[in-house]
């Protein structure tokens, strides 16, 4: 089963949409066949990679209030250079409206989970771009998903919500998805000449530790540039910092993700006998 990973944080302009449209493409240049599911009713995600708004027929919307089944709403992003590993669900301004309408509906909070279960197979990771806000929507992803990426803008207000952020997550989890992770905290816009940068930086790692990615995301023109092209900041200036940093990004999720390699000495010991309890 693919993992399902929500980026989120209720704060708007903070790197949510940057961090999927350029993470999901990191991931599909490394080979990991990844979906985009734009669950804001924004849809910047859905522009940022080149999917044509006007030309949408069925929208993320329809598998949300509708029983439309997913698999037909799946676009294929960019073909030709990432060789068919990046797809994308896409969203429409009308997803704003399922916020009042999943009100009446049955099982409200799982609606997203049960719309993806059918192809969660298809793919190792599911990226989910998150409304500002921690709405019923929020929580459909929340609830649909196996953890969840927060990114962090490198400014004064930065450590404000997450609280709150913190709190969603641990109620998510004592009612709906007991299995929810927190993937990591993810620093962006990071400017070193910056000083208000290095304490947000030394305050989230005194807060969270070893839940913070190693990979920070600098602030970086082409980043911000990219979506205008509809395409993410690989295909826009590979060699741009903004790049760079999503492809080391996506090689240190990989990593985290990866089952822990055997060190070779647990064989050697292993095979001379020893208790497997030995290790644990
Ligand atoms: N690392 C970065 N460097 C420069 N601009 C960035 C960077 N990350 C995001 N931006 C810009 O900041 C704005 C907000 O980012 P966005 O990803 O849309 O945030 P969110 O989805 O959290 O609202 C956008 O205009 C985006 O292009
Ligand atoms: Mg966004």
Not at 3 to 12: E, M, R
Not at 53 to 79: C, F, H, N, Q, W
Not at 86 to 96: N, Y
Request: with cysteine; proline share 4%; charged share 20%.
């Amino acid at each position: 089963m693919g993992k399902v990973i929500s980026i989120s944080n209720q704060k708007g302009g903070v790197g949510k949409t940057t961090t999927v449209v350029n993470l999901a493409s990191s991931l599909a240049a490394a080979q990991k066949k990844t979906l985009i599911i734009d669950f804001d009713p924004q849809a910047n995600a859905t522009s940022g990679i080149g999917v044509d708004r006007e030309g949408i027929e069925k929208s993320i919307y329809d598998a949300l209030v509708g029983e439309t089944d997913i698999k037909e709403m799946i676009v294929e992003v960019e073909p030709d250079s990432l060789k068919g590993y990046l797809c994308a669900v896409p969203a429409t301004p009308e997803l704003a409206g399922a916020e009042i309408e999943l009100i009446h509906l049955e099982h409200r909070e799982w609606r997203l989970k049960r719309a993806i279960e059918s192809i969660a197979a298809e793919f190792e990771f599911i990226l989910i771009d998150c409304p500002p806000s921690l709405s019923l929507l929020t929580v459909n992803a929340l609830t649909a998903s196996d953890s969840v990426l927060i990114p962090v803008q490198c400014e004064y207000y930065a450590m404000e919500g997450l609280g709150q952020l913190k709190r969603t997550i641990s109620l998510i989890k004592q009612r709906l998805n007991p299995e929810l992770a927190v993937e990591g905290y993810l620093l962006t816009m990071f400017d070193s000449r910056n000083n208000i940068c290095h304490v947000v930086a030394n305050e989230l790692k005194s807060y969270f530790g070893g839940d913070v990615f190693e990979t920070i995301i600098n602030r970086n023109v082409k980043l911000a540039e990219s979506p205008s092209f509809g395409k993410p900041a690989l295909l826009y200036d590979i060699k741009s910092m903004g790049a760079q940093s999503y492809i080391a990004l996506a090689q240190e999720l990989i990593k985290r993700n990866s089952p822990v390699v055997s060190t070779g000495a647990e064989k050697i010991l292993g095979g001379a006998g020893v208790e497997k309890n030995y290790f644990g």
